[in-house]
């Protein structure tokens, strides 16, 4: 079939999306099904990970996999049920769970002794074996972790964001000291924090969670905190928990340590889960659709032939082949030869998609030995040679990564204000207007009450406090802390 420039046989190139100011949870919506990352399942609150999406999940599994393992980390896996007893054996972790476990009640046809839950988290399963595991200091730290899925009964599932089911990793450390555990948190928020800003090309702000929002049972919660488009709320990215001997008391890891004294064994666990697919969607995402930070889109240039006779045709498909040739291994890169589309409706799909880098090869590209190369997020063409396309992609694969990552960033530091009274707070909490730093007295009361008032919840309190932190935004009393208020997924 030849490809024609125009067909009139396509409607359209793409399905028009709704502007993000317009409707930003809409769009959100459509981008995600349109670009083929992930579609509905016929299970409530469940979601499909298309090829496409699983790819993106997959080159981020990669890349956080080879940092945890650089730690010292080993991947394991336990099983998905875990009996009733044993997940009540830690009552502050069952206590904040509870509303969200779903449970096995029948195997086959017979009614089971035990309910079973299907996972919420894996702490009460591994502590479990880690009990096993651990009877000396020789036997620290433990270092495990594992990549699942996890069920968490969502009332209001969106793709990635929230579903109950989703994908995520889980570590899970045990050591001999409260040091060490509050360390191996501290490097595994580190590890996280570099791995979004780095591939995912999302600045993020790194702190620790107040009493109230802190994980179910842990001493202290850190956080990375990014904020998204559109409506500019908080998407918590990852969190690293020092539950310091908690689990360990719980569960009964114990140890004989070196001084001849037997001691329960102080625990870490950490995740990130493949909500920060959402993440890139939304906070790199504009009216056109997806933009994919270059280092972990699963395309990272789509080559587009264009020829209108098959005498073309036959020039033009040996040139692409010099082209990819060009490239070699190091770039993913993709050639759309559908002859059912127009060179339009490829060049506006494929942004939709997200793929950082377009080369256009049509038959004058072909007499003049060069290549068109467009940037999906400026748009910007160039023209190049093919004796220099590999040095040219490579820079402006790099480029793209770098200027995604400062734009997000100065928006990050755009949106966010330092705010020293309740009314601002409010106002920009009912408007959407992004992160509100304030000074807080560390009361339960005063954040509960701007959590009810405004549903703004306290991100963080970031690991960088001022010197000086004046009064409660709240109350009025002298604060101790400074806070990241903001709505959030």
Request: glycine share 6%.
């Amino acid at each position: 079939m030849v490809q024609a420039s125009s067909d009139a046989r396509d409607k359209r190139f793409v399905e028009d999306l709704i502007d993000q100011d317009d409707d930003f949870d809409r769009w959100y919506v459509d981008v995600v099904k349109g670009a083929e990352l992930a579609d509905d399942a016929p299970v409530r609150g469940c979601k499909v990970v298309r090829p496409y999406g699983y790819a993106l999940w997959e080159n981020m599994q990669a890349s956080l996999d080879r940092r945890f393992k650089a730690t010292g980390v080993q991947n394991a896996y336990f099983p998905m049920l875990i009996p009733r007893s044993m997940l009540e054996r830690e009552a502050d972790h069952v206590e904040g769970f509870a509303p969200e476990v779903a449970w096995v009640t029948k195997g086959g046809g017979s009614e089971l002794e035990e309910p079973l839950a299907i996972r919420p988290t894996s702490e009460a399963i591994i502590c479990t074996m880690y009990a096993k595991w651990v009877q000396s200091y020789r036997d620290l730290p433990l270092l495990i972790n594992q990549w699942c899925s996890v069920l968490r009964w969502e009332d209001r599932p969106r793709a990635f964001l929230r579903t109950s089911e989703f994908l995520w990793q889980e570590g899970h450390t045990c050591h001999a000291s409260a040091e060490e555990a509050t360390a191996r948190a501290l490097q595994m928020l580190e590890v996280y924090r570099d791995f979004v800003e780095t591939e995912l090309a999302i600045p993020v702000v790194p702190g620790v969670k107040s009493e109230s929002e802190k994980f179910a049972g842990a001493h202290r919660t850190y956080t990375i905190e990014a904020m998204m488009g559109g409506k500019r709320w908080a998407l918590q990215s990852g969190t690293s928990h020092d539950l310091g001997d908690n689990f360990g008391r719980a569960f009964g890891i114990t140890f004989l340590d070196s001084d001849g004294q037997r001691k329960h064994a102080f625990s870490t666990s950490w995740g990130l889960s493949a909500r920060t697919i959402g993440a890139i969607v939304m906070v790199h995402g504009d009216d056109q659709g997806l933009k994919l930070p270059p280092r972990v889109a699963p395309i990272q240039v789509v080559v587009v032939p264009i020829w209108r006779k098959e005498a073309e045709r036959d020039a033009v498909e040996p040139f692409v082949a010099s082209v990819l040739s060009s490239l070699g291994d190091n770039v993913r890169v993709h050639v759309d030869r559908r002859d059912d589309k127009t060179p339009g409706f490829k060049f506006n799909d494929w942004e939709l998609r997200g793929v950082p880098l377009r080369i256009e090869v049509g038959p004058r590209d072909v007499q003049n030995q060069q290549v068109v190369v467009v940037r999906r997020d400026t748009r910007e063409k160039h023209i190049v040679g093919v004796s220099h396309l590999a040095e040219v992609v490579a820079d402006l694969l790099n480029q793209i990564q770098r200027d995604l990552y400062e734009t997000a960033r100065t928006k990050l530091h755009t949106y966010t204000e330092d705010v020293s009274s309740l009314e601002r707070l409010y106002e920009r909490a009912f408007t959407n207007a992004g992160f509100s730093r304030a000074s807080w007295c560390e009361d339960a009361a005063c954040e509960a009450r701007v959590k009810a008032e405004s549903r703004a919840t306290i991100r963080c309190l970031p690991l960088e406090q001022p010197q000086e932190h004046g009064l409660c935004v709240v109350c009025g009393r002298p604060a101790s802390v400074t806070a990241i208020f903001a709505r959030a997924y």
